[in-house]
């Protein structure tokens, strides 16, 4: 889509370095370099709240044997 673009000068100059450095025409430089920047700005995580809540096992599982549970299911699963 054509587009008049006004760049600063400092930011003119950079892109015309990497063009020059790269190869790559001029547009695609900037085109690349917008892209980066956007998805820098779409990564980023909104805030969350949750509400904890005191937990514990159900009556009859003890904590310390769990791993003897795993490796229970694990035996059951691939058979070893």
């Known amino acids: 889509m054509p587009t008049t673009l006004t760049l600063d000068e400092d930011v003119a100059d950079r892109l015309a370095r990497v063009a020059r450095e790269t190869n790559m025409p001029f547009q695609v430089v900037v085109n690349?370099?917008?892209?980066?920047?956007?998805?820098?700005?779409?990564?980023?995580?909104?805030?969350?709240?949750?509400?904890?809540?005191?937990?514990?096992?159900?009556?009859?599982?003890?904590?310390?044997?769990?791993?003897?549970l795993a490796w229970q299911l694990d035996e059951e699963r691939f058979g070893r």
Do not use: C
């Open 32 to 68: 690349e370099t917008l892209r980066r920047g956007l998805a820098e700005q779409m990564t980023e995580a909104a805030p969350f709240s949750y509400q904890p809540h005191v937990g514990g096992l159900l009556p009859g599982i003890d904590d310390r044997r769990l791993n003897e």
